[in-house]
């Protein structure tokens, strides 16, 4: 039970409201003084009927203007208050006594030394860090804010000290004790690239593996020319991301970069958003290629893309201009193209599904990014980066990776790639259940075998007509390298006439 009076100041005012609780044997919790006329009071609940006799004798005391019940104490919120947000914050902290000695901790901390609250608080902090003595410093003449870099068990941190000092009589204070922020040198770098608002697109991109290096090397190279780009990849990969990396190492990185969906993109619609619309010599619609001027258009999934929009890109790639839909006026084109897909274009040139001449202009530079499986040194470093991300957007204590957990993301094939593993990370932060380590049963990935994929019940067909259908597939992929019957025979390790057979029972013809 807690009660707001509001009064006037006066001495003895609280010993008088004591006196009336105390016929009642009512026994105060807690009292809160303000300086703004108001008195707060808690105490153990008591009955409705006791409350109605106690709020008018409370009332009838001296400089007393009114009682009501309140749901909590203006202490009690700033306690609450604090506490949300240190247990919010990633950062490390602590505040100590004067003597170094910890009172409170926030879980960031807590995981960091790896222990339960009641192990360290009361404990000298010096206990778990070195490289600073704590005690020594809050013993000097004149305590100052100070940051020094100190280790836990062999990881270094930057701690920052910051001493709490409480007002006395004649202005004159009291050092109470000291608040202690520890920040990893990943969390510093982020800090100090956003102060300097120097961050560009590849400082984004994280790459450990020596797959993932050389893919960025050519990535930077290759921001700095202005011929088409093409990025190939699994789907989740990060194509888009090097794309929007790209444009912004690139001298036209203070135009537009607009990305475009083609798989989203109903073929009835496709060239007038790509290139816009003309009615009556009015231009009705500007389109994407009018809108990006100066700046780079990304074309996500370019295999996606209509006939009839490849003819007019084959045509603003050739000339550097365009025709809107309606229109007679050539349109110069001021852009950068950027392509992506996930699949085997030369292999749709092979069946027609795509122009041949189309895949060579949009083919001038290229470079593959590797799938998770291809560069697993990076899959725990990018759960921890999405870990701590997640956790700050969602105000969710940053938790650690338990061992099962990390053997568990090693060795899962990851077929939706860096995608699939940053919605998992997303999934399992958002349905936190308290737990102090991100567990296998938190992710909730589906079964996947490398080699033979989900495990499921889906499957509709035969064997056979499966078999017809993957060695369709390989012969359309290796035609083009071996474009003779003998060449591809020879390849495959079996006959001449075989192969013909083949070739003519799947309808794989040579490009015309």
């Given at each position: 039970?807690?009660?707001?009076?509001?009064?006037?100041?006066?001495?003895?005012?609280?010993?008088?409201?004591?006196?009336?609780?105390?016929?009642?044997?009512?026994?105060?919790?807690?009292?809160?003084?303000?300086?703004?006329?108001?008195?707060?009071?808690?105490?153990?609940?008591?009955?409705?009927?006791?409350?109605?006799?106690?709020?008018?004798?409370?009332?009838?005391?001296?400089?007393?203007?009114?009682?009501?019940?309140?749901s909590f104490m203006p202490s009690e919120q700033e306690h609450y208050a604090l506490k949300t947000l240190l247990k919010t914050l990633p950062d490390s902290v602590f505040s100590?006594?004067?003597?170094?000695?910890?009172?409170?901790?926030?879980?960031?901390?807590?995981?960091?030394?790896?222990?339960?609250?009641?192990?360290?608080?009361?404990?000298?902090?010096?206990?778990?860090?070195?490289?600073?003595?704590?005690?020594?410093?809050?013993?000097?003449?004149?305590?100052?804010?100070?940051?020094?870099?100190?280790?836990?068990?062999?990881?270094?941190?930057?701690?920052?000290?910051?001493?709490?000092?409480?007002?006395?009589?004649?202005?004159?204070?009291?050092?109470?004790?000291?608040?202690?922020?520890?920040?990893?040198?990943?969390?510093?770098?982020?800090?100090?690239?956003?102060?300097?608002?120097?961050?560009?697109?590849?400082?984004?991109?994280?790459?450990?593996?020596?797959?993932?290096?050389?893919?960025?090397?050519?990535?930077?190279?290759?921001?700095?020319?202005?011929?088409?780009?093409?990025?190939?990849?699994?789907?989740?990969?990060?194509?888009?991301?090097?794309?929007?990396?790209?444009?912004?190492?690139?001298?036209?990185?203070?135009?537009?970069?607009?990305?475009?969906?083609?798989?989203?993109?109903?073929?009835?619609?496709?060239?007038?958003?790509?290139?816009?619309?003309?009615?009556?010599?009015?231009?009705?619609?500007?389109?994407?290629?009018?809108?990006?001027?100066?700046?780079?258009?990304?074309?996500?999934?370019?295999?996606?893309?209509?006939?009839?929009?490849?003819?007019?890109?084959?045509?603003?790639?050739?000339?550097?201009?365009?025709?809107?839909?309606?229109?007679?006026?050539?349109?110069?084109?001021?852009?950068?193209?950027?392509?992506?897909?996930?699949?085997?274009?030369?292999?749709?040139?092979?069946?027609?599904?795509?122009?041949?001449?189309?895949y060579y202009r949009i083919h001038v530079l290229s470079y593959h990014m590797p799938s998770l499986r291809e560069r697993k040194v990076d899959v725990i470093p990018l759960t921890?980066?999405?870990?701590?991300?997640?956790?700050?957007?969602?105000?969710?204590?940053?938790?650690?990776?338990?061992?099962?957990?990390?053997?568990?993301?090693?060795?899962?094939?990851?077929?939706?790639?860096?995608?699939?593993?940053?919605?998992?990370?997303?999934?399992?932060?958002?349905?936190?259940d308290g737990a102090t380590e991100l567990t296998v049963e938190q992710l909730k990935l589906p079964s996947y075998a490398e080699g033979f994929g989900y495990f499921d019940e889906?499957?509709?067909?035969?064997?056979?007509?499966?078999?017809?259908?993957?060695?369709?597939?390989?012969?359309?992929?290796?035609?083009?390298?071996?474009?003779?019957?003998?060449?591809?025979?020879?390849?495959?390790?079996?006959?001449?006439?075989?192969?013909?057979?083949?070739?003519?029972?799947?309808?794989?013809?040579?490009?015309?």
């Open positions: 039970m807690r009660l707001e009076v509001s009064c006037n100041d006066r001495v003895g005012l609280a010993k008088d409201i004591l006196v009336v609780l105390e016929k009642y044997g009512i026994n105060l919790i807690a009292i809160d003084a303000s300086n703004k006329g108001f008195l707060y009071l808690q105490f153990a609940e008591i009955s409705f009927e006791m409350l109605r006799e106690l709020m008018p004798l409370i009332r009838k005391v001296e400089s007393v203007h009114d009682v009501r019940t309140v100590l006594d004067a003597k170094g000695r910890i009172r409170i901790v926030n879980e960031s901390a807590l995981l960091t030394l790896d222990m339960a609250e009641h192990e360290v608080v009361d404990e000298s902090l010096n206990h778990w860090v070195q490289g600073f003595n704590f005690a020594r410093w809050l013993s000097e003449p004149q305590v100052l804010a100070i940051a020094s870099r100190v280790t836990i068990n062999s990881n270094e941190y930057l701690a920052e000290m910051l001493p709490i000092y409480l007002p006395d009589d004649d202005d004159t204070t009291i050092l109470a004790g000291a608040v202690v922020s520890l920040k990893s040198p990943a969390r510093v770098g982020k800090q100090f690239n956003a102060l300097q608002n120097q961050t560009t697109g590849f400082d984004n991109v994280l790459a450990i593996s020596d797959k993932m290096k050389d893919v960025l090397k050519q990535a930077k190279r290759m921001a700095q020319l202005d011929a088409p780009l093409l990025i190939t990849g699994e789907t989740g990969t990060g194509k888009e991301l090097m794309a929007r990396a790209s444009h912004d190492a690139s001298m036209r990185r203070n135009h537009p970069f607009i990305a475009i969906n083609c798989a989203a993109l109903p073929d009835s619609v496709a060239e007038e958003e790509l290139f816009g619309f003309v009615s009556n010599g009015q231009v009705v619609k500007r389109g994407f290629f009018d809108e990006a001027k100066g700046g780079t258009v990304f074309l996500d999934e370019i295999a996606e893309m209509s006939k009839a929009a490849q003819v007019k890109l084959l045509r603003l790639l050739q000339d550097g201009a365009f025709r809107r839909m309606g229109g007679d006026e050539e349109v110069k084109a001021d852009v950068r193209i950027i392509c992506s897909t996930q699949k085997n274009l030369a292999e749709m040139c092979q069946t027609g599904e795509f122009r041949e001449d189309l921890e980066m999405f870990l701590e991300h997640y956790s700050q957007q969602l105000s969710s204590p940053l938790r650690r990776i338990s061992a099962s957990c990390r053997d568990y993301l090693f060795s899962y094939a990851w077929p939706g790639n860096v995608r699939q593993l940053k919605n998992a990370i997303f999934r399992a932060v958002s349905m936190w889906e499957f509709e067909g035969t064997l056979d007509e499966a078999m017809k259908e993957y060695e369709a597939s390989l012969l359309r992929r290796l035609y083009p390298a071996y474009p003779s019957t003998r060449q591809l025979a020879k390849k495959l390790g079996v006959s001449h006439t075989a192969i013909a057979n083949k070739l003519r029972d799947y309808n794989i013809s040579k490009k015309r």
